[in-house]
T-cell receptor, first 115, second 115 residues
Framework: AQSVAQPEDQVNVAEGNPLTVKCTYS??????LFWYVQYPNRGLQFLLKYITGDNLVKGSYGFEAEFNKSQTSFHLKKPSALVSDSALYFC?????????????FGRGTQLTVWP | DAGVIQSPRHEVTEMGQEVTLRCKPI?????LFWYRQTMMRGLELLIY????????DSGMPEDRFSAKMPNASFSTLKIQPSEPRDSAVYFC?????????????FGPGTRLTVL
């Protein structure tokens, strides 16, 4: 079975501070991990993914995520938050057994960056 | 590239009416996914297709829901008869090949309100 947990429904940070949105996963075998962002009244937009190689993955809008196999985590980070980063963030996972590209999503974390 | 296209963007209907949601995947993409998003249940996978063939429809909530993909460039999700609890945002997404490393691309969604 494959699953993703986003332990925080909400994260609040001040503009200019670093932000972290947490994600842990459960899969059998090697995971392929993704982060998506959803702005109000919009579809999900791809931010970044980990497939193999360097554990630190850099993505769009200055976001990065670190794959930690021992802790089965893939936390999303940004050194300096912007008010415009306020959105709903989804972590998702596949493994080699995933049928035809199906993604398993977490429930999402609402990020609010206040001025 | 126009991205995944969904229509209509908004639909308001009365209970008991038939509703048809439409999706055009990104040209050349082989896999297509229908999701439903609500506050209560988050993002749910309803059904997905590969090469126009339905692969897994176990997420379809009831027999009132049906989906088709008559060709590689078009899919529909139909609800008949609709009920107020079907009110949600429905997303369509597509993958290039169905490979586990694929990025999944989402459409803007259809916001359905059933009165």
């Amino acid at each position: 079975a494959q699953s993703v947990a986003q332990p925080e429904d909400q994260v609040n940070v001040a503009e200019g501070n670093p932000l972290t949105v947490k994600c842990t996963y459960s899969v059998s075998g090697n995971p392929y991990l993704f982060w998506y962002v959803q702005y109000p009244n919009r579809g999900l937009q791809f931010l970044l993914k980990y497939i193999t190689g360097d554990n630190l993955v850099k993505g769009s809008y200055g976001f990065e995520a670190e794959f930690n196999k021992s802790q089965t985590s893939f936390h999303l980070k940004k050194p300096s938050a912007l008010v415009s980063d306020s959105a709903l963030y989804f972590c998702a996972v596949r493994n080699r057994g995933s049928t035809l590209g199906r993604l398993y999503f977490g429930r999402g974390t609402q990020l609010t960056v206040w001025p | 590239d126009a991205g995944v296209i969904q229509s209509p963007r908004h639909e308001v209907t009365e209970m008991g009416q038939e509703v048809t949601l439409r999706c055009k995947p990104i040209s050349g993409h082989n896999s297509l996914f229908w999701y439903r998003q609500t506050m209560m249940r988050g993002l749910e996978l309803l059904i997905y297709f590969n090469n126009n063939v339905p692969i897994d429809d176990s997420g379809m909530p009831e027999d009132r829901f049906s989906a088709k993909m008559p060709n590689a460039s078009f899919s529909t999700l139909k609800i008949q008869p609709s009920e107020p609890r079907d009110s949600a945002v429905y997303f369509c997404a597509s993958n290039p090949t169905g490979d586990v490393t694929d990025t999944q691309y989402f459409g803007p969604g259809t916001r359905l309100t059933v009165l």
